[in-house]
């Protein structure tokens, strides 16, 4: 399958696999693989070489036993004439990233992503899905040799007004809405020619299979160069058919988790309201105790202060009391005192007499 890819262009591949997915020791095993694999070429080539020249067995005759082989085995690859085009049997390969940019594919956008798991949606696990984490992501294909191919792209974005656009050399030749999994364009081609699939401006591009029919001569392709070709109507009206059956599903599916999403913001907010309430009534039973509280211990404090205001007032009767018993004794002494002198007074007079 890399019979007719050129070793420098493979090594650049393999460079660019190894810088952008992170496989220094995946470029080391591949450089020491490819050495293992020239070495038995260059012995099976001697030993066929052998075998031609004793058995009288052509090089050609022995390629076109085997071509069928080759062709069942490729399934999407050249259709027909000897052109030597991309290997669509590599194009093919979803399977990992490096093995995309290894059959020439190209990632364009920052940050782009490969087959998330969590947009994978309808899309089928041996296709390629993804997209650049800020929109606008291209993947590109420099074509090979001359003919037509047929690409099967969509758009697994939902998103009103996302697109998925196929151009050839810039000029746009098909596009996919929103939730279409599955769209075909078929294309003429000559050797340079640049094939792309972007986000325009946003979407989430998905391949599913690419088939190219290699030709000698353009003057075989029936179409103009870059215009596309009416296609099986029967078939695209059936994966049309398809398609929106499982786009109904997947909206009748979609209008039910919305329903089953907003029961249960529903019960959630009920429950918010409930627990709202709780923490008011919460709220005021504690404000209430507070203030109960408070005039439980306002009642003590004024029943002290009324007990000590009646000592007091006790006390100073008693002061009161006590400092009229010391006047009235004083002027008991007083009255005392002077009855004696008008008694001594009196009876000095007498004697005087």
């Known amino acids: ?14 460079v660019a696999a190894s810088a952008q997915f992170g496989g220094g020791r995946f470029l080391r095993s591949l450089n020491s693989r490819q050495m293992l694999a020239r070495t038995i070429a260059c012995i099976v080539c001697g030993t066929m070489m052998v075998m031609f020249i004793f058995a009288g067995i052509s090089p050609q005759s022995l390629r076109s036993a085997t071509s069928s082989k080759v062709q069942i085995k490729a399934a999407a690859t050249v259709a027909d004439g000897d052109g030597e085009c991309s290997d669509a049997f590599v194009l093919n390969d979803f399977s990992s990233g490096e093995n995309m940019i290894l059959a020439g594919w190209k990632f364009e956008g920052p940050e782009f992503s490969f087959k998330p798991k969590r947009w994978q949606s309808y899309v089928p696990k041996d296709s390629f ?18 003919g037509t191919l047929t690409l099967d792209f969509g758009n697994s974005w939902g998103k009103i007004g996302s697109k998925v656009t196929v151009s050839l050399n810039g000029k746009p030749k098909s596009s996919a809405g929103p939730y279409t999994f599955s769209q075909s364009v078929d294309l003429g081609f000559r050797d340079g020619d640049v094939l792309s699939v972007a986000e325009t401006p946003s979407g989430l ?84 105790a507070q203030s109960l509280q408070m005039d439980v211990e306002e009642q003590k404090v004024n029943r002290a202060e009324r007990a000590a205001q009646s000592e007091i007032q006790v006390l100073e009767r008693e002061e009161r009391a006590k400092k009229i018993k010391q006047a009235l004794r004083q002027q008991v002494r007083q009255a005392k005192a002077e009855l004696k002198r008008e008694q001594a007074a009196t009876a000095k007079a007498r004697d005087a007499a």
């Not at 109507?233 to 599916?253: H, N, P």
């Open 129 to 146: 899905w993804g997209s650049s984490e800020t929109g606008s992501g291209t993947i590109s294909l420099i074509l090979k040799g001359q």
């Open 1 to 14: 399958q890399y019979e007719h890819v050129d070793s420098e262009e493979y090594m650049d591949n393999l």
């Open 205 to 288: 591009i998905v391949l599913n299979k690419i088939i190219i029919k290699c030709v000698k001569s353009m003057s075989d392709v029936v179409m103009p160069l870059g215009e596309t070709i009416s296609g099986n109507a029967k078939k695209v009206q059936e994966v049309e058919g398809e398609w929106k059956d499982a786009y109904t599903e997947f909206q009748m599916d979609s209008m039910e988790e919305e329903r089953e999403e907003q029961e249960l913001l529903k019960e959630e907010r009920l429950e918010r309201t409930e627990e709202e309430k709780l923490e008011q009534e919460m709220l005021m039973a504690e404000r209430e």
